[in-house]
């Protein structure tokens, strides 16, 4: 994935790194729930990361997806993650993307955009600059299919009199 734009997230709503892949050489089918593991440093204990997710055809881009994380729950779950030293400790955002389901044409690249806040959402009150550490700690998972392999559920059609 290219990448522009540096590795910092400003807690501003409007700063933070993009990465675009290469064009796509054949049509990929997305659905479920991607997964995107990535490894950052915070100024302070918190911080918030948006993360979204786009199909795009030149300079053409389609929102698909987003997901958003208060860093203090990093680890996922329900509980306060254990601290960390700011600064000095990297830790791993385990973030989950809203259910999708996409068709992203060949020709078109995927682009993923981290903030510190996406639309429709307020300003965490914990809001903290992140950097990104590139690397094989932060990874983007997406679950595709073939569709001439998966199974549709056909609804059962109505035949009583009353239907027809």
């Known amino acids: ?8 997230v400003l807690p501003d709503a409007s700063t933070g790194p993009i990465f675009e892949t290469s064009p796509l050489t054949e049509d990929i089918y997305v659905q479920g729930m991607p997964r995107l593991h990535v490894q950052v440093t915070t100024s302070t204990v918190g911080g918030q990361l948006y993360a979204l997710l786009e199909d795009c055809d030149g300079n053409d881009c389609i929102h698909i997806g987003h997901a958003i994380m208060d860093l203090r729950y990093h680890e996922g779950g329900e509980e306060l993650s254990s601290t960390w030293l700011p600064v000095l400790e990297t830790i791993t955002a385990n973030m989950e993307f809203i259910a999708l389901d996409a068709e992203i ?9 981290l903030l510190s806040t ?7 009150s914990t809001s903290s600059i992140v950097t990104i550490v590139e690397g094989e700690g932060s990874t983007l998972q997406l679950d595709t299919f073939n569709p001439d392999d998966k199974l549709y559920w056909i609804p059962p059609i109505c035949t009583h009199e009353v239907c027809e």
């Open 1 to 8: 994935m290219s990448s522009s734009g540096g590795l910092t």
């Open 118 to 124: 996406g639309e429709d959402y307020l300003p965490a």
């Open 105 to 113: 044409m060949a020709g078109h690249t995927l682009r993923l955009t």
